[in-house]
Structure formats: C-alpha cells, structure tokens
C-alpha cells in the first residue's frame, strides 16, 4: 500500500519557477532517503536530487544553483524548488523512496507514477 504522488508539474516558460511535491504514505516516511529523477522523450531516467534521512542533498551538476530539495516529516511530503527554468528541464518528474540505514540503501525502492515538466523557450 505504499504510494507516492507527486503534484505540481505543468508548463512554465523559460526562466519561470515550479514547485514540485511528493505525498507518501505506507512508508515511516522519516527512515527514508527521498529523490527526483527525471525522464525525458527517448532518454533514461536520471537522478535530479535527493534528500537523505538526515537531510543531506545533492544534485546532479546541471540543477545546481537552480533547484532545492527539501522534506517536511511532519507532512510526509518531499519538495522540489525549480527556479530560472530552461527547456532542457522538460521531463516527466518522478519522486522515488528507499529506506536508508546509516548511510546504506535497504529494501524496496519505491516510485511515483511521474508529473509533467515543461519549459516552453
């Protein structure tokens, strides 16, 4: 019964701002690192940033300085600040969980079923 489900994608033009969320439930939310990938038309699907239990972020080096991670445990819900969009942004966004103890992935990796991203130029 685990379920993500993110919300907040939609089209923006270049330059603009969107802020995505990922609502989990099934999980304890606060055991688990939490990520955005994102996959574009006929590409593979890539890490965009996560978020560990603890609350350490990284980024892929193409989101860095425009985008934030962020998690409210309280809401179970992950976010993704996207500031001064370009084109090359335009993905179905999906949020991903996996249980993480001291530092090491265990368990399921969980998935969302994706929301849509598009930065028109």
């Known amino acids: 019964q685990v379920q993500l489900v993110e919300s907040g994608g939609g089209l923006v033009q270049a330059g603009g701002s969107l802020r995505l969320s990922c609502a989990a439930s099934g999980i304890t939310f606060s055991l688990y690192a939490m990520g955005w990938y994102r996959q574009a038309p006929g590409k593979q699907r890539d890490l965009v940033a996560a978020?560990?239990?603890?609350?350490?972020?990284t980024y892929t080096d193409s989101v860095k300085g425009r985008f934030t991670i962020s998690r409210e445990n309280a809401k179970n819900t992950v976010y993704l600040q996207m500031n001064s969009l370009k084109p090359e942004d335009t993905a179905v966004y999906y949020c991903?969980?996996?249980?993480?103890?001291?530092?090491?992935?265990?368990?399921?990796?969980?998935w969302g079923r994706g929301t849509q991203v598009t930065v028109s130029s």
């Open positions: 991903n969980a996996v249980r993480e103890v001291r530092g090491v992935k265990i368990g399921n990796t969980y």
């Open positions: 978020i560990s239990s603890g609350g350490t972020t």
